[in-house]
C-alpha cells in the first residue's frame, strides 16, 4: 500500500519548493480545496489540466445488509466527491 502524505507535510513540500512562507502555502492549499469543494457542490466540474478531474458523484438508493446480523437497510441516496487522475504513470 502507498504511503499517504499529511496535509502538513504537504505544505512543507510545497512551501520549499515554490520558495514560499510554509504560512502563505497553507492558505493557498486551504483556499485551493475550499474553492473545488463549493464549486462541486454546486454542480461544477473542475479541471486541472494534466492533474485531473473533481466532480460530484451521485449514489442511488439502495439496499443493504448490516453484517453483524444480515438485517437488510434502506440506503439513502447521496452525492459525493469523485476524482478522476488525468496522471499516466
Given at each position: 500500500?502507498?504511503?499517504?502524505?499529511?496535509?502538513?507535510a504537504?505544505?512543507?513540500?510545497?512551501?520549499?519548493?515554490?520558495?514560499i512562507s510554509k504560512k502563505d502555502t497553507k492558505a493557498v492549499?486551504?483556499?485551493l480545496l475550499e474553492t473545488v469543494k463549493e464549486d462541486v457542490k454546486?454542480?461544477?466540474?473542475?479541471?486541472?489540466i494534466g492533474f485531473?478531474?473533481?466532480?460530484?458523484?451521485?449514489?442511488?438508493a439502495r439496499?443493504?445488509?448490516?453484517?453483524r446480523t444480515g438485517e437488510v437497510l434502506?440506503?439513502?441516496?447521496?452525492d459525493a466527491l469523485a476524482f478522476k487522475s488525468s496522471i499516466k504513470y
Open positions: 500500500m502507498a504511503e499517504a502524505i499529511s496535509k502538513t504537504l505544505v512543507d513540500q510545497v512551501a520549499e519548493a515554490a520558495g492549499i486551504d483556499a454546486n454542480d461544477k466540474e473542475v479541471r486541472l485531473g478531474t473533481f466532480k460530484k458523484a451521485h449514489r442511488n439496499q443493504g445488509k448490516n453484517p434502506q440506503i439513502a441516496a447521496s
